[in-house]
């Protein structure tokens, strides 16, 4: 049996009267963790998807958004002044940083690739996922997450998803996929550690569709930066592990 566990997260909208109207409820989102060989099979199995490596950048630190095929990464703030920051050259801890090497622990999960997005021990990333279609799944990597002892969160605005406060292992890697019912064409998802210095890598990042292109597609639910999303049983990443190799005991 895989490591793999599932987390059912009943999500709806609130508060009616105070948010913008939309076309329909997002009736359910889930959330799994996998191991390499099975992140990479259900990715496969998608109908259609676009996956953003980083492999086609310039490695060094990002002075603002940095624009991709699957959306926009933006720091959240602070400055960074580890070993991350001050062990590079010219590095001013503000920026993301696009990296070809490891470092501290975060790495490339680029089958034959080098690079991937370091938070560069700022505050965290934003992901914002807009104009690439509809999608009905989101994927990513994370790499050395929660391993200097600040919690983490992934969080859709201010409603968090996962929250991470055990520490982790130095270069722990998770590879995580996001399963709507219902398909989106927006999203912006803001991956924070609770202090400064304990960075992260992302990579492998990406964006799918679960149905063909002639089928019926899935209700479109438009997901404007406005509208809280409600998200109901949050757990860890760290615990979704534990919970798996549990129950593949």
Same mark, same amino acid.
Request: no cysteine.
């Given at each position: 049996?895989?490591?793999?566990?599932?987390?059912?997260?009943?999500?709806?909208?609130a508060g009616a009267a105070a948010l913008p109207a939309v076309g329909a409820t997002l009736s359910s989102a889930t959330i799994e963790t996998f191991d390499a060989t099975v992140f990479n099979d259900r990715i496969g199995a998608l109908n259609s998807?676009?996956?953003?490596?980083?492999? !086609?950048?310039? @490695?060094? *630190?990002?002075?603002?958004?940095?624009?991709? =095929?699957?959306?926009?990464?933006? /720091?959240?703030?602070?400055?960074?002044?580890?070993?991350?920051?001050?062990?590079?050259?010219g590095n001013t801890g503000t920026g993301l940083f696009l990296r070809d090497s490891g470092v501290y622990g975060r790495s490339n999960t680029t089958i034959g690739g080098t690079q991937f997005l370091d938070s560069n021990d700022t505050s965290g990333v934003d992901w914002a996922i807009s104009g690439v279609g509809f999608f009905d799944r989101v994927f990513f990597t994370l790499s050395d997450i929660a391993d200097t002892g600040a919690d983490f969160q992934l969080a859709v605005g201010s409603v968090t998803l996962a929250d991470v406060t055990?520490?982790? !292992?130095?270069? @722990?890697? *998770?590879?995580?996929?996001?399963?709507?019912? =219902?398909a989106i064409d927006?999203? /912006?998802l803001t991956f924070r550690h609770a202090k400064l210095n304990d960075g992260f890598g992302i990579d492998d990042a990406?964006?799918?569709l679960s149905v063909p292109v002639n089928a019926p597609p899935p209700s479109a639910v438009p997901l404007p930066a406005s509208v809280a999303?409600?998200?109901?049983?949050?757990?860890?990443?760290?615990?979704?592990?534990?919970?798996a190799r549990r129950k593949a005991a």
């Amino acid at each position: 049996m895989s490591r793999l566990s599932r987390l059912v997260l009943a999500a709806t909208l609130a508060g009616a009267a105070a948010l913008p109207a939309v076309g329909a409820t997002l009736s359910s989102a889930t959330i799994e963790t996998f191991d390499a060989t099975v992140f990479n099979d259900r990715i496969g199995a998608l109908n259609s998807s676009l996956v953003e490596d980083f492999e !086609s950048f310039t @490695a060094g *630190e990002i002075s603002g958004p940095l624009a991709t =095929s699957v959306g926009r990464f933006a /720091t959240i703030g602070g400055t960074g002044s580890g070993g991350t920051v001050s062990g590079t050259s010219g590095n001013t801890g503000t920026g993301l940083f696009l990296r070809d090497s490891g470092v501290y622990g975060r790495s490339n999960t680029t089958i034959g690739g080098t690079q991937f997005l370091d938070s560069n021990d700022t505050s965290g990333v934003d992901w914002a996922i807009s104009g690439v279609g509809f999608f009905d799944r989101v994927f990513f990597t994370l790499s050395d997450i929660a391993d200097t002892g600040a919690d983490f969160q992934l969080a859709v605005g201010s409603v968090t998803l996962a929250d991470v406060t055990a520490k982790r !292992s130095n270069g @722990a890697t *998770e590879m995580v996929m996001l399963s709507f019912a =219902s398909a989106i064409d927006e999203l /912006t998802l803001t991956f924070r550690h609770a202090k400064l210095n304990d960075g992260f890598g992302i990579d492998d990042a990406g964006i799918g569709l679960s149905v063909p292109v002639n089928a019926p597609p899935p209700s479109a639910v438009p997901l404007p930066a406005s509208v809280a999303l409600l998200m109901a049983g949050v757990t860890a990443l760290a615990g979704l592990r534990r919970t798996a190799r549990r129950k593949a005991a």
